[in-house]
């Protein structure tokens, strides 16, 4: 049997294989969480506008206040007006994000004034520029703003908009044929028949690709045959953009998945130097790309999160970007060195990582629990202290 081949390459090959996204569409902003943008953005206006007041109290000229104790109060500037050049001599009444007005250079809170029917007086010394906010602060027109290839948050929103963007081009989002192998698998809700187990790959997946901004996904169950694991690979082929499957891409003769992809078009990997998870299998069925997941749900929980999620990633149009983790130390000690690259699902106790419960590739529940993987490189021992690279499962998700 082949030598198994690393992860680093077997995730460089994946991403090789994923073509990217050819169709756009436009959206509208509030619609665009999630999405990967298909054009480049530039600011269009200074952000803000116009230099406006970041305090409510009187807009001023410094030099006023050296020739007079008490300004009269020439005009009032509420937020969302546009005012008058301020007459020498006076003092703008104005409230926060109201527009400084022309010849004005400072703003008195109004916690250090006292006003009454004379005009405005101050109790603490005024310098020039003070609680204005410039205009262009945050943004200048021209500058860049996110490039394409950027999947867009929460912030990326509220920034754009306060660009004033309104619509953005954006990828079509890839539709995934999610398959469940196994006929030991029954659904959630029907009972047990002696045997059988819950489909929990199928839920766990489903989430993952949700978290990761996959709205489209069609879920198969797949009998242990050739001719059922065939018949619902080309379905999925011609439908979907991207087959996920878990299950039977092992090496028994129940394993009818990586054969199948063999028959029906290439299997390019299989079997990777990482535990939980070696017999991860990956190619294209008629020209749609294909990736084999573990059966055990843990194997299937980490060669998501290591392989099939940046993939996925380039099939959404993102620019890859490797995720590096963080070093923190060890809060345990292991003195057998693994044979391959090993992820413990881990917390984090007091600074340090420690395996959180059964480490078992057929146990799930411990990652209710874990913060994330860390990694143990193959034919290392671990020492109590030692850094290790860390992978939250929040970094991870997309
Ligand atoms: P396989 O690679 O098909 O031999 O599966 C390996 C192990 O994972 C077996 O114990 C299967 O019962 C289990 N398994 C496979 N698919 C699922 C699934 N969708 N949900 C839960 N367990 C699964
Ligand atoms: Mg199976």
């Known amino acids: 049997m082949q030598a198994l081949i690393p992860v680093e390459q077997a995730l460089q090959q994946l991403l090789a294989m994923m073509p990217v996204p050819r169709d756009v569409e436009m959206v509208a902003l509030e619609h665009a969480l999630g999405r990967v943008l298909a054009q480049s953005l530039t600011v269009a206006v200074d ?3 116009e230099a406006n007041s970041s305090m409510d109290g009187y ?3 410094c030099e006023d206040l050296s020739e007079a104790e008490v300004l009269p109060i020439s005009q009032r500037i509420p937020a969302g007006t546009a005012p008058e050049p301020l007459q020498p001599g006076t003092a703008a009444r104005i409230f926060t994000g109201a527009p400084i007005p022309a010849g004005a250079d400072a703003v008195v809170m109004q916690e250090e004034a006292i006003a009454d029917d004379q005009g405005v007086r101050f109790t603490a010394a005024v310098r020039p ?3 204005i906010r410039p205009q262009g602060q945050d943004l200048r027109a021209g500058e860049s703003l996110l490039s394409s290839g950027s999947k867009l948050s929460a912030q990326a929103m509220g920034v754009l908009a306060s660009a004033g963007v ?10 995934v044929a999610l398959l469940s192998t196994g006929d030991e698998l029954v659904h959630p809700g029907q009972p047990l028949a002696p045997g059988q187990i819950y489909d929990s790959n199928r839920y766990l997946l489903t989430g993952l690709l949700q978290q990761a901004g996959v709205s489209s996904i069609r879920s198969y169950h797949v009998a242990d045959t050739a001719a059922a694991t065939a018949e619902v690979l080309s379905a999925a082929a011609a439908e979907c953009d991207l087959i996920l499957s878990s299950g039977g891409v092992s090496v028994g003769e129940e394993d009818h998945v990586r054969r199948q992809v063999e028959a029906l078009g290439a299997l390019q990997i299989w079997r990777i130097n990482i535990k939980p998870g070696k017999p991860f299998a990956a190619g294209q069925v008629a020209g749609t790309p294909f990736i084999g997941l573990p059966g055990n749900p843990a194997s299937s929980l980490v060669t998501f999160y290591l392989l099939a999620l940046p993939a996925l990633q380039r099939l959404q149009g993102m620019t890859y970007q490797p995720v590096s983790g963080w070093q ?6 292991r003195e057998r060195p693994t044979g391959r ?3 413990l699902r881990v917390r984090v106790d007091g600074g340090s990582l420690v395996p959180q419960g059964n480490q078992s590739s057929g146990v799930l529940s411990n990652a209710l629990q ?3 993987l860390a990694r143990v490189p193959a034919g290392t021992c671990v020492e109590l202290g030692q850094p290790l690279e860390f992978l939250p499962f929040s970094l991870l998700s997309g």
């Open 59 to 61: 807009a001023v000229r």
């Open 47 to 49: 952000v803000p506008p």
């Open 328 to 333: 923190l130390p060890a809060g345990f000690s």
């Open 129 to 131: 520029g003070q609680n």
């Open 370 to 372: 874990a913060a994330g």
């Open 341 to 343: 690259d090993e992820y």
């Open 166 to 175: 309104e619509r953005v081009q954006v990828y079509r989002p890839p539709r």
